[in-house]
């Protein structure tokens, strides 16, 4: 199956937000997105607000449950009791957990599963009761032991961080290392049972060499990028773009 594309939403979020008003609008354009064939869409709500409201993910479970039933909401963040409140007042269909500080700009650190394994079963345990998918933030750094860990928890997927990989847009020697190390990670998370999901700094440029690399990828999220090149194209053009990228016939 082609790896599915879920489009973040927090960089449209965050220019609604420099202005007291409606607009940019995150469910329009989270509409377009699902139109024009993306197979669901990513918040990260972080506790001060800064993109996603709180207030967005009622406004996003609805467009989805109402026009697009077979699409799958993501919600991202890390498991405070606040989140997980969240969490399970929305139910999405798959909660994402990153080991973010509050203070942080954007996620770019998978866990250390070594120190928090242990810590993460119960939170798994609670979501997955809820009938959510669980999927953990891993870095991708070839650690087989760390991966069995993550399986350990009982999460369903881990969703390797491509922060370094995307930071490799000028050096391709260092992102063909990096894809290499991405690529043993998930090798070895889909021997232990688990799926790979994939996200952050991803583009059109650098899709296809992740996908040849990791063909059973899942799925990714994406939201700067996808966000930067709308400006350029349009959100629909561009999610067809990111769709080729990921394999899809379109």
């Known amino acids: 199956m082609p790896t599915k594309l879920s489009v973040n939403l927090n960089a449209i979020a965050m220019l609604r937000n420099r202005r007291d008003l409606p607009w940019p609008s995150v469910e329009g354009l989270g509409r377009i997105a699902l139109q ?13 607000q800064r993109h996603i409201r709180f207030s967005d993910l009622p406004v996003i479970r609805a467009l989805i449950d109402d026009e697009f039933p077979d699409a799958e909401f993501n919600i991202e963040g890390y498991p405070s009791e606040d989140f997980m409140a969240l969490c399970e007042k929305t139910e999405p269909e798959q ?17 250390d599963f070594r120190a928090s394994s242990e810590l993460l079963k119960p939170i798994v345990a609670r979501l997955k009761k809820k009938g959510m998918r669980v999927s953990l933030f891993a870095d991708g750094d070839g650690d087989g032991e760390a991966v069995k860990l993550a399986r350990a928890t009982g999460a369903d997927r881990i969703e390797l961080y ?39 700094d991803l583009t059109v440029a650098n899709l296809p060499a992740l996908i040849k690399r990791i063909p059973k990828l899942a799925e990714v999220s994406i939201g700067h990028g996808l966000t930067a090149d709308a400006l350029e194209y349009g959100m629909a053009e561009t999610v067809h773009r990111f769709r080729r990228a990921c394999g899809q016939p379109v």
């Open 36 to 48: 024009a064939g993306a197979a669901g869409l990513t918040v990260h709500p972080r506790p001060d």
């Open 162 to 200: 491509t922060g370094p990989y995307g930071g490799c847009f000028d050096d391709p020697e260092r992102g063909a290392k990096i894809l290499d190390d991405l690529g043993r990670t998930a090798d070895a998370a889909l021997a232990e049972g688990l799926g790979v999901n994939a996200g952050h």
């Open 95 to 111: 909660v994402t957990l990153v080991p973010d500080d509050p203070s942080q700009a954007t996620s770019d650190h998978g866990f």
